[in-house]
């Protein structure tokens, strides 16, 4: 198979790479940072948010009369901020990356998905589950990610192609090992939550658990490329304290959070 995967470089997109370039699969691997060639990895420099980057991709892949049996979406990015202070760089970046960012290498790329290919779309163990303070900026985008690629499953099984929703959880990647370095650096700077941020991170962190190996992520990808009647939705090491603070009323979840964390000072 001929596979496109984006965030290649790193985390689960590398994982997924490496793992399918061993099985005997051609992947071509993007990121903005992109990794050393390899034995049935092709590596290439792309931007998600721009799409001249991915149409350059495009372009020579078809120079090559190259198609695609798959396509991968991974690449994201992860930020513990507020909705009260972040900054407006941030925000836009993190719905260019983990949303609109999926969105333009589906569209670029389809033209060359063959009949019956593959979309793959990773969304997060908390994309259909309440948001929690200091990660909503991040859960907005992988809900509405996830919301895309049940529309996209839709329109795409229209034309005979399937698309897949991938719901992780936490996994031993750079993005989750900056989950906590990104908090202390809110509480440093928040003029809100100073203290509160502080708390909630050291219970997130206990409250987590340990963080899977990435390689099961990359062998869920590989059995659902397998399949030739993959299900719509796969999740793999979500976390039950999650879910179950999610089925509790709304007003019973701000109670909890708040006995939590403590009560806010600000005046």
Known sequence: ??????GASSGLGQAAAEHMASAGHTVFALDIKPCEPKNGIIPYKADITDIDSLTAVLNSLRSENITLDAIINVAGIFHMD??????????????????????????????????????????????????????????????????????????????????ITIRPGAFATPLEKGSIPSMKEMAERSALFGGQSERFAQIMAAFTGKPADPKRFARLVDKILCKKHPKAVYQIHTNLGLKLLSVLPKKAQVWVVGILVGKNSYQ
């Open 1 to 6: 198979m001929n596979i496109l995967i984006t």
């Open 82 to 163: 507020n909705l009260l202070e972040i900054s407006e760089e941030r925000l836009l970046k993190m719905i260019d990356v983990n949303l609109l960012g999926a969105i333009r290498v589906n569209k670029v790329f389809f033209p060359i998905l063959n009949k019956d290919g593959k979309i793959i779309i990773t969304s997060s163990e908390v994309a259909p589950l309440d948001p929690l303070p200091f990660n909503s900026i991040y859960s907005i985008t992988k809900t509405a990610l996830d919301c895309y690629s049940q529309a996209l499953r839709q329109e795409a099984g229209l034309l005979g192609h399937k698309v």
